[in-house]
């Protein structure tokens, strides 16, 4: 088995999500079989208690694992599903070696961070590329060099990369080069730094992908050559585009996979990337452009719902559009309250479509169920994801049902009326962690709904994150007033899509579908909500 272990230097959020995604891509269109693996540092188990504020959007995979939204990237790119074996915390490894003390799989050993947490690392790494019969392993190294929380995790990179070969052991690290001052000259001590850290701990680079908002110019390439002890044919530029998606054809102009199979030992291939480039140029070139209106409480970091802007892309792209995200803040957009109401609902009919995406707590809440009615009387294409969903059903009970004080148990746990209400297997649930109904799930979709039409079968699968669903107890009186449920779960017990009778699209569904979108194979019901929203801009 072959690894590329792709580290990052001076600073966060260098894009070592996109580039890890982009080699992947170029390996697999190579034909080479590659996975994925995401080392997470946090001490945290898994991403599913973290704020979307501090971490960005908590992605769910088919078995339920809630991860780092670096993995739904690699997903979309290599149109793969991956597990949780497949992102590695410090909190999972710390968690593993503990239990092993405990059962005395040491033998009385002193456990300690040499050996025992980097073995673990080196096993939990190596079993991911196996269980998947990879040829090539990809592991992204979340934090900075120099971070204390990544240094067991680089120790392991070390000696995967002695235990190895160099020949199947690629480091690929990612730097920034700034442009400092009016001059405008390439700056590259960042990144001498960065490598000398590395080195430092003992790792010597094989290649570097330099950060920089313009294409790296000779000079400062040759200086970095010189200093960090790298080839000049080595080192690449990562510049800014216009999409993520341009960065796997920038890296191949460049011929970052001729040098990767070379340093690897690996047989010249050319990456087919026909279909990638279609998406491209369907991407950066839009005959039209919709707005749609984002409805949350996590606005402030765009982060938070990244996923959805991805499938939002996806589906504009297949129809020759662009969207143009237009950001609520759910907590303004409150009917007969004080802050910013006139302004914030008048955009809000302004708009091609309205999506309310998932979330928890009751903060903002009052702002979607507005936006649900403002949606459902102005006729504008509306889709409801997960807490979205659960909004459209607590808006129509209110205000077509006359159910005063209808509401979700969540928001309220004396309301009347709890048309939304806590799953039964999650009554006597107190942990946080892993502990909501998660990941893939059966759906059964009604023959003759739009739910139907739009699927084309009557079975799918689809991703889940949540506590609550829709209250049994009311669904003969939500559904005689004209809000068709037209999927369930396989026990029937479970509501999944509920749609408007009589709508051109008002439809919310329990899971979510963008956890499932990819470039050149949007999300269905997205896809009809984006058709939707053209038809409303054209008029």
């Not at 999972?92 to 005395?104: L, P």
């Not at 900075?144 to 240094?151: A, F, H, P, Q």
């Not at 279909?275 to 140029?281: I, L, P």
């Not at 107890?473 to 559904?479: A, G, N, Q, S, V």
């Amino acid at each position: 088995m072959k690894f590329i272990m792709v580290t990052g230097g001076v600073l966060s959020g260098l894009g070592k999500g996109v580039i890890t995604s982009s080699l992947g891509l170029l390996l697999k269109q190579c034909e080479y079989k590659v996975t994925v693996v995401k080392v997470d540092p946090y001490l945290n188990v898994d991403a599913g208690t973290m704020n979307p504020f501090e971490h960005g959007e908590v992605f769910v995979l088919d078995d339920g694992t809630e991860v780092d939204l670096d993995l739904g990237n690699y997903e979309r790119f290599l149109d793969m599903e991956l597990s949780g074996e497949h992102n590695i915390t410090t909190g999972k490894v710390y968690k593993a070696v503990i239990e092993k003390e405990r059962r005395g799989d040491f033998l009385g050993a002193t456990v300690q961070i040499i050996p025992h947490i980097v073995n673990e690392i080196i096993e939990r790494i190596e079993r991911a590329g196996e269980d998947t019969g990879s040829d090539i392993t990809l592991v992204e190294m979340g934090g900075t060099v120099g971070d204390i929380e990544s240094m067991p995790f680089l120790e392991a990179v070390r000696e995967i990369k002695n235990k190895h070969g160099k020949e199947n052991v690629l480091v690929v690290h990612a730097t920034l080069v700034p442009v400092m001052g009016v001059v405008g000259e390439q700056k590259t001590k960042p990144t001498q730094h960065s490598v000398k850290e590395l080195m430092r701990i003992g790792i010597q680079p094989d290649i570097i992908l330099c950060r920089s908002t313009e294409p790296l110019e000779e000079r400062p390439k040759k200086k970095i050559s010189q200093f960090c002890n790298v080839e000049e044919e080595a080192i690449f530029t990562s510049h800014d585009v216009k999409i993520v998606h341009q960065v796997p054809l920038l890296f191949e102009e460049q011929n970052v996979t001729s040098v990767v199979e070379k340093k690897l030992n690996l047989s010249p291939r050319k990456p087919d990337l026909v279909q990638w480039k279609e998406y491209v140029a369907r991407s950066t070139s839009p005959k039209e452009k919709i707005r749609i209106a984002l409805v949350g409480k996590y606005t402030g970091l765009k982060d938070s719902y990244i996923s959805h802007l991805k499938a939002l892309t996806h589906a504009s792209a297949a129809l020759g559009a662009v969207p143009e995200i237009v950001w609520f803040d759910s907590e303004k957009v409150v009917r007969g309250g004080d802050i910013n109401v006139g302004t914030d609902l008048a955009a809000l009919e302004d708009v091609d479509g309205i999506l309310i995406p998932g979330g928890f707590g009751f903060r903002g809440i009052e702002g979607k169920i507005e936006t649900a009615r403002i949606a459902r009387t102005k006729g504008i294409p509306f889709l409801g994801i997960c807490l979205g969903f659960q909004v459209a059903v607590i808006e129509f009970a209110r205000h077509v049902l006359d159910l005063q004080g209808a509401n979700s148990s969540e928001f309220d746990p004396g309301t009347v009326h709890p048309v939304i209400d806590l799953l039964p297997e999650q009554m006597d649930v107190e942990a946080k962690g892993a502990t909501m109904r998660r990941g893939g799930q059966t759906v059964l979709i009604k023959s003759g709904t739009m739910a139907h039409d739009i699927y084309g079968t009557g079975v799918i699968r689809e991703r889940h994150r949540h506590r609550y669903e829709v209250n049994l107890e009311y669904i003969k009186m939500i559904e005689g007033a004209g809000f068709m449920f037209s999927a369930t779960s396989k026990d029937g017990v479970r509501m999944e899509i509920g749609e408007l009778r009589g709508s051109a699209y008002h439809v919310g569904c329990q899971f979510h579908p963008e956890f499932l979108t990819r470039p050149n194979r949007p999300a269905p019901l997205f896809l009809r909500f984006v058709e939707e929203a053209l038809k409303r801009k054209r008029g």
